[in-house]
C-alpha cells in the first residue's frame, strides 16, 4: 500500500485565487513528520513547509498553509494568492521516525499545478 | 551560500556501461542522501552518508554504490547499466543526519540507450 496519496495527477488554477494540494499518508509510527516540496522544471527540489505529528497547530509559511487532519491522516497544502511563478509540481514526502531531520522520506507520485493568468 | 553542486547535470550512457555521478553539499553540511526520480517510480531514496559511512540504503540492487569523502562530497556510483536506470538523480545535504532541513540539489539525468 501507498504511504503517500496524491489523487491529483494535475490542477489548474488562476492567478491570485487560492488551491489546495490533497495529500493522504499511512503509518502505524506515532512520530511522523510531513514535508511539501516544489519541483520546477530544473529539476530542483525546493522545501515549502513542514508538520510535525505532535504539532498542535497547522504549519504556515508565508503564502503556504498546511491543513493537517491528524484523524483523516490528510495534509494537504493551501497555497494563497497563487502566483504564475508557482506553477511547478508539489510533492508530498513522509519521514517515520523520532527526528524531524531524518533524511530517509517517502515521497507521492506529486500534482502538477499550473497557474493561468 | 552555494547550494548543492551536482555533476554532471546531463548525461547518456549505453546498456552495461557504467557511471559516477558526483555531489558536493552545502558548505557545512556533512549529511548527503540520493534519490532516484523516475516517471514510473516517483522519488525513491537511494542511500544516506555521514561521515564518511553510510548510514541508510533503500531498496536497490547492489549495482548502485556511493561513497563519501572527508570534504563531505558524495558520489554514486551505477554499474551495468540498464535502461530502466534512466531517472533524475537527486542528491540532498543537511547539516547533521538527524536535524536541519534537506537541501536538493537540480539533479543528474542520465539517460541509458
Known amino acids: 500500500a501507498q504511504k503517500i496519496t496524491q489523487t491529483q495527477p494535475g490542477m489548474f488554477v488562476q492567478e491570485k485565487e487560492a488551491v489546495t494540494l490533497d495529500c493522504t499518508y499511512d503509518t502505524s509510527d506515532p512520530s511522523y513528520g510531513l514535508f511539501w516540496y516544489k519541483q520546477p522544471s530544473s529539476g530542483e527540489m525546493i522545501f515549502l513547509i513542514y508538520q510535525g505529528s505532535y504539532d498542535q497547530q497547522n504549519a504556515t509559511e508565508g503564502r503556504y498553509s498546511l491543513n493537517f487532519q491528524k484523524a483523516r491522516k490528510s495534509a494537504n497544502l493551501v497555497i494563497s494568492a497563487s502566483q504564475l511563478g508557482d506553477s511547478a509540481m508539489y510533492f508530498c514526502a513522509m519521514r517515520e521516525g523520532e527526528w524531524r531531520g531524518y533524511s530517509t522520506l517517502t515521497f507521492g507520485k506529486g500534482t502538477m499545478l499550473l497557474v493561468s493568468p | 551560500k552555494a547550494g548543492v553542486t551536482q555533476t554532471p547535470r546531463y548525461l547518456i550512457k549505453t546498456r552495461g556501461q557504467q557511471v559516477t555521478l558526483s555531489c558536493s553539499p552545502i558548505s557545512g553540511h556533512r549529511s548527503v542522501s540520493w534519490y532516484q526520480q523516475t516517471p514510473g517510480q516517483g522519488l525513491q531514496f537511494l542511500f544516506e552518508?555521514?561521515?564518511?559511512?553510510?548510514?541508510n540504503k533503500g531498496n536497490f540492487p547492489g549495482r548502485f554504490s556511493g561513497r563519501q569523502f572527508s570534504n563531505s562530497r558524495s558520489e554514486m556510483n551505477v554499474s551495468t547499466l540498464e535502461l530502466g536506470d534512466s531517472a533524475l538523480y537527486l542528491c540532498a545535504s543537511k547539516e547533521l543526519p538527524n536535524t536541519g532541513e534537506l537541501f536538493f540539489g537540480e539533479g543528474s539525468r542520465l539517460t541509458v540507450l
Open positions: 552518508y555521514f561521515s564518511e559511512t553510510q548510514r
